[in-house]
């Protein structure tokens, strides 16, 4: 309760009349409005080794029917792998290679690739050359480093396969971290809920969209719905911005005056024991 407590007053003074928080450990977003909360849904968050950061920023947009532009650490870690091992992995998974972040930029063609020239596991190799210097042979390496492919950008476009789902909701950060929608349902039946790379899933998006909506002019939702029913990105600005709080919190005590408690999936509760109680022998 003490770490808890201390992360409470690392918040905004603050949090606004309407705002989301998404508490990592609870795997769950909450809107709340002159502090009801008015929507409650579950979230897939980041693994320990992705995870999802701790902030506060604004949602300013949101994007309908996105494009996947594919983080370069997943390419080459994820994809290049597989596609060295099988040419044929991006059949039909709507996966586009531009020359540059823009989707409307110059595509390569997928089957001229040579995706060995991307595989990081190849090695240096050393060419021996023999000369012949004042009648002596002498011996000469020479270390010559792989060919590399051109650079590449990865974009997924709009469907039912994308990862991001059909909507994502925007709070530009230097995280690039966003509010997503999942074709991956089944990760909500979960308890624990930490599989994405960073970013927050969400379980009922459309009611998150419906939500904003029902507070802001720009946004209408029955025309939202028929842009979702095709695959033309759509971006609506918000008239009025909304704050987001991504939290940490492994204790707290809920509207109904119910203590929680959650595991420590990222071993956050330990580090903080660790430096805020050093010399404690009873912490």
Not at 170 to 175: A, D, Q
Not at 231 to 251: A, C, D, R
Not at 261 to 280: A, E, G, P, T
């Amino acid at each position: 309760m003490r770490l808890n407590l201390e992360r409470m007053r690392w918040l905004p003074r603050s949090l606004g009349e309407k705002y989301l928080l998404v508490n990592i450990p609870d795997y769950r977003l909450k809107m709340y409005e002159n502090n009801e909360v008015k929507l409650d849904m579950k979230t897939v968050v980041g693994t320990r080794k992705n995870p999802t950061p701790i902030f506060s920023n604004e949602m300013s947009f949101i994007v309908l029917n996105p494009y996947w532009r594919i983080p370069p650490r997943i390419v080459k870690r994820e994809i290049i792998p597989k596609l060295v091992k099988n040419p044929s992995y991006l059949d039909g998974r709507g996966i586009r290679l531009h020359e540059n972040w823009d989707h409307n930029s110059a595509e390569f063609d997928l089957n001229s690739i040579d995706w060995s020239l991307y595989d990081e596991n190849r090695v240096a190799t050393t060419n021996i050359t023999t000369t012949i210097v004042n009648g002596e042979e002498v011996q000469t390496e020479e270390v010559v480093e792989p060919e590399k492919g051109p650079t590449m950008r990865f974009i997924q476009i709009p469907s039912d396969k994308n990862p991001l789902g059909r909507m994502k909701f925007m709070f530009p950060n230097k995280y690039a971290v966003y509010l997503h929608d999942s074709p991956a349902k089944r990760y909500f039946n979960y308890t624990k809920r930490a599989y994405s790379h960073g970013c927050v899933r969400l379980a009922e998006p459309k009611e998150l969209l419906k939500a904003i909506a029902s507070r802001d002019d720009n946004l209408d939702f029955d025309k939202a719905s028929n842009i979702l029913e095709d695959i033309e990105k759509t971006q609506i600005g918000l008239k009025k911005k909304i704050p987001v709080h991504m939290v940490y919190l492994t204790s707290w005590v809920d509207e109904n005056n119910n203590l929680q408690f959650r595991d420590d999936i990222y071993k956050y509760d330990k580090i903080q024991k660790r430096l805020m109680y050093k010399s404690n022998k009873y912490m």
